[in-house]
């Protein structure tokens, strides 16, 4: 469908993972300019200083699980919005394109007849390992790396597990804690050892960031005994091992370090 070139834009725009200085400086133009913006509950509240006075919010969260605003709804909202004349920011956690629905939104705009800009974010698949110090591609390991969800999409589909496994890349799995048994079991089942080591982040870049470095074959148990929950990263490879908190815990008899990262008052 063409689009008048007068058409309302929409801005989709990626706050990163949590630190608003995390945020290009593009995604702070937007948000200064908008006058509504819609937040995807993973959005970290400290960004939305940088809306105008008198901007306003509407929360539209999407956790897995969770009560949550239909995403016909949500689409709906922001087509009624732009053409009412608001300046409508629709901001995702992370990237708007990584597991964030960013496709199916710029669609729905698109076929409404309003133009979309897309503003990149962050996404915690790079941002929550680096967290830790943890190179995804580093080439003395991997060639390569591998973003897939934990989450069994709507339809009931999953990622090949044991084909992932034989890969040789880095895998680093957006909402796996919830069934990481599945996930550990598949991976194991494709041939990956028990020692490959891995690592969980939650809440990467938040007040609230804890991680664990341990092995394929302790990582179930680690989650667990160390209460490490969603929103969190799990990272499976030898790339773990170059993390300044890597202390081959498998060999240390440890199964696990914890750590806890206290960030500066600023970034909460
Ligand atoms: N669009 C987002 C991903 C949305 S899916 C992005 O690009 O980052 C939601 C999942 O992202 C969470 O379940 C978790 O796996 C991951 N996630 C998002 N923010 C995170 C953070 N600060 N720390 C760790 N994982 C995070």
């Known amino acids: 469908m063409s689009r008048p070139v007068n058409a309302p834009t929409v801005h989709l725009v990626g706050a990163g993972p949590g630190d608003p200085e995390l945020l290009t400086v593009k995604a702070v133009k937007a948000l200064r300019q908008a006058t509504l913006a819609l937040v995807d509950d993973l959005v970290n509240p400290g960004v939305l200083k940088y809306l105008r006075r008198g901007a306003r919010i509407v929360h539209v969260g999407k956790r897995g699980g969770c009560a949550s605003t239909p995403q016909a709804f949500i689409e709906r909202l922001m087509v009624a919005e732009a053409r009412r004349g608001e300046r409508v920011v629709r901001l995702k956690g992370g990237d708007p394109f ?35 110090g943890v190179p995804v591609t580093d080439r003395r390991h991997t060639r390569g790396v591998i973003f897939v969800t934990g989450h069994t999409g709507e339809a009931g589909g999953e990622p090949d597990w044991p084909a992932l496994a034989r890969c040789g890349l880095t895998l680093v799995v957006y909402m ?9 079991q598949g991976l194991r089942a494709g041939g990956l050892a028990a020692h490959t080591p891995a690592a969980v982040v ?16 302790s990582l179930q148990e680690t989650v667990l005994r160390e209460g490490l929950a969603s929103p969190a990263i799990v990272v499976v490879g030898d790339v773990v091992q170059a993390s300044p908190h890597w202390a081959a815990p498998g ?3 440890a199964a696990s370090a914890v750590e806890q990262v206290r960030l500066p008052a600023k970034h909460r």
């Not at 796996?176 to 550990?184: E, N, Y």
């Not at 609230?208 to 394929?216: D, P, S, Y």
Request: hydrophobic share 50%.
């Open 176 to 184: 796996g804690v919830a069934r990481l048994p599945h996930i550990v």
């Open 98 to 132: 990584v597991f964030g629905r960013g496709g199916e939104e710029c669609d729905a705009l698109r076929a409404a007849g309003l133009q979309v800009e897309v503003i990149s974010g962050l996404t915690a698949g790079m941002a929550a390992p680096a967290a830790i």
């Open 251 to 253: 060999l240390a008899g």
């Open 202 to 217: 939650c809440s990467a870049h938040t007040a609230q960031q804890r991680h664990a470095l341990c092995t394929l074959g």
